[in-house]
């Protein structure tokens, strides 16, 4: 039998690279460029050391300076979000950025924490458990909170429809988003699903949770109080996900796809269940004085953002850690991303408390070390020790890149190539079938082909969910006190214009929750961008920053936390950018929310807004034309605070009402339509075309029973907004009075088998 070389990670073993042995032995040659760091990052980790770091030392600087855990390009981009005012229209916000998720006062003792986080690069390389630890990494971002996941959402992004590796990533992620989700009992209530070329090897997988908890259960993520024990709980560490999305979500993809692959995590949702029941029981037993989940970077994140944010000292011993793989090295222990885990400082009175209650729900427990006041992180292994560093350099004080970036020198040109020259329909004819090929188009298809892979309605409390524009649960039985989230984001309008098309994002998810009648509260963000290094991904990252800051400051939302996955690019194509917006609303009673569709015939369909001419990066262009050039439509911030007021001002008013946005007007009627098989007539303007398919924003749909039309005008103008007659819910079939008319089984059916025609 052949011999075989050993591998670093052999040496490591024969070999222990100790604290001791890295300061006798400082011109070891170590991996340093392999593991993702650059030589003047590897320079600094000597000079905060005064020496070269050790084997787990390296490990740990590594993964949690990668630019998914450290932000170290979008830093200086996303500080100014801390200048937004924090209260909200209820109250403060509870918690904000730099916690696991950030906390809102939604009212009656209550509180909600919502987050949205990408993985990206993972469910490319491996679709099904790429997207499920997705879902479980946010689920447990929010357990860490204090609170219960009580829903989650995704919003996806997708190559085209018809490429052969949309076939093969689409269907995995969804099933995994679904099964894991499914496994926990979530409801999934919301999201979208987007196609476009940019996506093409570099699909989006962004996960959304929401948690609810009582004020006086808020939890932190810190580590204090001298002699307190450090438990590290839930599923054995393993060899899945050594480096995992820490190392895979920082870099580009090459044309063949990812150049590293770290092993991607295996999740298990069913452990995960018992340990968000167990976490539960152990905060309502008063036996946790800091928490944090093991997400990405895994023990090197959680060891050292605790002690880090506590009183900046801990001791561990790492051969103490639970194994599923004996053969394990003290750096991939570190660097593993097994899931399923979580780790609490708990006080040495209360572990007895703290494991009874694990052995209760058959969570495996151990006491892996102390909180000291050291001002240092050390871990030893087998008595000897591997890492002595001060946290805060491994967990907050990475690099901070101030990137170059600039406008890019194609944008002018992109901007001049306005889609409102674009030929366009006359006919009437020409206009139906128009209407029927965009309504069947990818991006605004029915969906279910998708959504009814997820449970939407488990727990009993899902008042709203797909396809309504925002999804809504009860948070109390007794009261009906509920919250709504929606999460929107048009890539195209970005691409255009960074600036506005995230305020553009901002403004539809703000919109949609309003549609349903809930008051918008707080923003969650998961900025996804191209490679940082390229100095135009780098000015859209920068001016999408900007104008969701603005955009914010003057809607009165404030941002609570969110993501940024950078590196979403294969080879030299980036993705459109795309800063995913999710919004949360607070509804007094949910008994009262607004449905999206037509409810009853004989009522008033009214339109709430004002449309101008504007086509570019609408979906009309997109499809018909395949272009993409212009300017994204105009927003009026002020103009949509009031049309959001104006909406919860209808409330018990409006017998439906669906935001107007991809698609425009044609949509919205087609959608509205057909949700409860209520068919309507409508009137348009001379220029139909415009009318029907511009996207323009800040503009909704609502029906009212006629007698109430008088009341919603007066309404309407003491907010400012204008309101125009439509037409009239009734019949079989869509109808543009004097134009064309389409039945709505062949609406129908246009809308529904573009997915199943397509993925089977």
Known sequence: MADTAPTATDTARSALDTVAVAGSDPDREQPWAELGLKADEYARIKEILGRRPTGAELAMYSVMWSEHCSYKSSKVHLKQFSEIPQETRVGKMLAGIGENAGVIDIGQGYAVTFKVESHNHPSYVEPYQGAATGVGGIVRDILAMGARPVA????????????????????????????????????????????????????LVNALCVGV?????????????????????????????????????????????????????????????????????????????????????????????LASAGDGGMSVELDLVPLRDSTLAPEEILMSESQERMMAVVEPDDVASFLAICAKWDVEAVDIGEVTDTGRLEITWHGETVVDVPPRTVAHDGPVYQRPFARPDWQDDLQADAAEALPRPRT??????????????????????????????????????????SGMVRVDESSNLGVSVATDCNGRFAKLDPYAGAQLALAEAYRNVSTGGATPLAVSDCLNFGSPEDPDVMWQFAEACRGLKDACAELGVPVTGGNVSLYNQTGETAILPTPVVAVLGVIDDVTRRTPTGFVAEGEAVLLLGETREELSGSEWAHVVHGHLGGRPPALDLAAEAALGALLTDLVGTATSAHDLSDGGLAQALAESALGNGVGVAVDVADDAFVDLFSESATRALVTVPATAVAQVEQLAADRGVAVTALGTTGGDALTVTGRFEIPLAELRAAWTSTLPAALG
């Open 152 to 203: 989650v959402m995704d919003p996806l992004r997708f190559g085209p429809l018809e490429a052969d590796d949309t076939h093969r990533v689409l269907p995995g992620i969804v099933a995994g988003v679904g099964g894991y989700g499914n496994c926990l009992g979530l409801p999934n209530i919301g999201g979208e699903a987007v196609f476009d070329p940019t996506y093409l090897g570099n699909p």
């Open 213 to 305: 908890l009582r004020h006086e259960d808020l939890h932190l993520a810190k580590a204090s109080g001298k002699g307190n024990r450090v438990m590290l709980y839930g599923a054995r560490t393993g060899g899945d996900g050594i480096g995992g999305v820490s190392v895979l979500a920082s870099e580009t993809f090459d044309a063949d796809g990812p150049a590293k692959r770290p092993s991607v995590q295996v999740g298990d949702p069913f452990m995960e269940k018992l340990l968000i029941e167990c976490t539960l029981e152990l905060f309502s037993a008063g036996v946790v004085a800091g928490i944090q989940d093991l997400g990405g970077a895994g023990l090197s994140c959680a060891t050292s953002e």
């Open 428 to 469: 009437d004819a020409e206009l139906r079938s128009t209407l029927l090929r965009l309504v069947g188009s990818p991006n605004l298809c029915d969906k279910s082909w998708i959504t009814d892979q997820y449970d939407r309605y488990v727990q009993g409390n899902t008042v709203l969910a797909q396809p309504a524009d």
